[in-house]
């Protein structure tokens, strides 16, 4: 019997078949006793006890919907963080809202820009909706405004802007956001995706509130899965103009967001202690790591999130590959990160103090066993 051909089976768009898979961390080290797992950028800290005790409370009604508007959800963000509810919308992960943007604003002809080391659902939500995907180069790592705008053509319909940058963890100030904005044609949409925003202490950052709320063409979106601990519940919401908010709520799906997300959302943006203190970890473990990890003689990129991008040089006798298969196989868990274009790199998540103090030991290991080698 012949293989069949095309024509005997539905075809995707050519457009799906150029996607490449998004392929995420290793979470398991077959053999390994512990699992340190340091590959998601998930917090240390777990979810607030607040939300995991109102996440419980949806054990009893799993038989009903959801509130598909998300009122109280966007009323409780509202509040946090000084927003009309109205302007905000909320999705199955931010991963949600990026893919939405580029289905209401790209189509075929059309074109979205990122960087180099953009997060890689940018690529796969311009191809989804039939655009052409248009990287603009980066600068020590760092994403360039006047790269990004020499990018810029009649057909650019979307900018994506990861800052803090994922994987490279660096950022660029607000004034560098704003020179981009005013750069882009106003029928442009700029998406700052601020997923590791509430990480960043630098007096020249801002998330980019000030820009949605004075502008018809700027989006931020932001992520329950990093410093609320909620990955597994997959949260997250936008603010945005009335007219793009208008434009998404026609094409998300009716209940995008499970009931039990709404009510540990709410009740994990209500505990600003557990945020704070996740804050606080981070500012002592992210210099921590990056000081002892450059100790070995291995480059860390400099980081305004909660994980390090660690640069191996094959030269000197160590590689990401060797060094991601040492550290498995003591059960750490860390993010190869060649789908960014980065073979020679690895991403490490800030931990706890001892998975941050194993890893460091293992790493230290693993440069003296490759330097006898």
């Given at each position: 019997?012949?293989?069949p051909?095309?024509?005997?089976?539905?075809?995707p768009?050519?457009?799906?078949?150029?996607?490449?898979?998004?392929?995420?961390?290793?979470?398991g080290?077959?053999?390994?006793?512990?699992?340190?797992?340091?590959?998601?950028?998930?917090?240390?800290?777990?979810?607030?006890?607040?939300?995991?005790?109102?996440?419980?409370?949806?054990?009893?009604?799993?038989?009903?919907?959801?509130?598909?508007?998300v009122?109280?959800?966007?009323?409780?963000?509202g509040?946090?963080?000084?927003?009309?509810p109205?302007?905000?919308?909320?999705g199955?992960?931010?991963?949600?809202?990026?893919?939405?943007?580029?289905?209401?604003?790209?189509?075929?002809?059309?074109?979205?820009?990122?960087?180099?080391?953009g997060?890689?659902?940018?690529?796969?939500?311009?191809?989804?909706?039939?655009?052409?995907?248009?990287?603009?180069?980066?600068?020590?790592?760092?994403?360039?405004?006047?790269?990004?705008?020499?990018?810029?053509?009649?057909?650019?319909?979307?900018?994506?802007?990861?800052?803090?940058?994922?994987?490279?963890?660096?950022?660029?100030?607000?004034?560098?956001?704003?020179?981009?904005?005013?750069?882009?044609?106003?029928?442009?949409?700029?998406?700052?995706?601020?997923?590791?925003?509430?990480?960043v202490?630098?007096?020249?950052?801002?998330?980019?509130?000030e820009?949605?709320?004075?502008?018809?063409?700027?989006?931020?979106?932001r992520?329950?899965?990093?410093?609320?601990?909620?990955?597994?519940?997959?949260?997250?919401?936008m603010?945005?103009p009335?007219?793009?908010?208008?434009?998404?709520?026609r094409i998300?799906?009716?209940?995008?967001?499970?009931?039990?997300?709404?009510?540990?959302?709410?009740?994990?943006?209500?505990?600003?202690?557990?945020?704070?203190?996740?804050?606080?970890?981070?500012?002592?473990?992210?210099?921590?790591?990056?000081?002892e990890?450059?100790?070995?003689?291995?480059?860390v990129?400099?980081?305004?999130?909660?994980?390090?991008?660690?640069?191996?040089?094959?030269?000197?006798?160590?590689?990401?590959?060797?060094?991601?298969?040492f550290?498995?196989?003591?059960g750490?868990?860390?993010?190869?990160v060649?789908?960014?274009?980065?073979?020679?790199?690895?991403?490490?998540?800030?931990?706890?103090?001892?998975?941050?103090?194993?890893?460091?030991?293992?790493l230290?290991?693993y440069?003296?066993?490759?330097?006898?080698?």
């Open positions: 019997m012949s293989s051909t095309m024509n005997d089976r539905p075809v768009r050519p457009n799906v078949l150029a996607i490449d898979p998004y392929v995420p961390g290793k979470s080290a077959p053999g390994a006793s512990k699992i340190y797992k340091l590959s998601s950028n998930e917090t240390p800290l777990g979810a607030s006890p607040r939300a995991i005790e109102a996440f419980s409370t949806l054990a009893s009604k799993l038989e009903l919907y959801p509130d598909g508007s009122k109280r959800l966007r009323a409780a963000l509040k946090r963080f000084g927003l009309d109205d302007r905000i919308v909320c199955n992960g931010s991963d949600d809202l990026l893919h939405l943007l580029s289905l209401a604003y790209v189509g075929p002809g059309d074109e979205g820009i990122f960087t180099t080391h997060f890689l659902v940018y690529k796969i939500a311009i191809l989804s909706a039939g655009g052409t995907p248009v990287v603009a180069p980066e600068k020590n790592l760092t994403a360039d405004v006047d790269a990004i705008l020499a990018c810029v053509t009649p057909r650019t319909k979307i900018v994506y802007l990861a800052n803090p940058n994922n994987p490279t963890g660096t950022y660029i100030p607000f004034e560098e956001v704003k020179r981009l904005h005013a750069g882009l044609p106003k029928n442009v949409i700029l998406v700052l995706d601020g997923a590791y925003a509430e990480y202490r630098r007096n020249d950052y801002a998330e980019g509130i820009l949605v709320a004075t502008n018809e063409n700027v989006v931020m979106t992520t329950f899965s990093k410093i609320f601990g909620l990955a597994n519940l997959r949260l997250g919401w603010y945005a009335a007219s793009i908010c208008d434009a998404i709520n998300r799906g009716p209940f995008n967001v499970n009931g039990a997300a709404l009510e540990a959302g709410i009740a994990a943006v209500e505990d600003v202690a557990h945020v704070e203190g996740a804050i606080d970890h981070n500012e002592k473990w992210l210099p921590w790591l990056t000081k990890i450059s100790a070995l003689g291995l480059e990129t400099p980081s305004v999130a909660n994980f390090v991008l660690v640069h191996f040089n094959k030269a000197s006798g160590v590689s990401a590959n060797d060094a991601d298969a550290l498995t196989a003591r750490i868990i860390v993010r190869a060649g789908a960014y274009g980065l073979p020679d790199y690895l991403r490490i998540t800030v931990g706890t103090e001892e998975a941050n103090r194993l890893l460091v030991e293992g230290r290991d440069v003296a066993e490759a330097h006898r080698g």
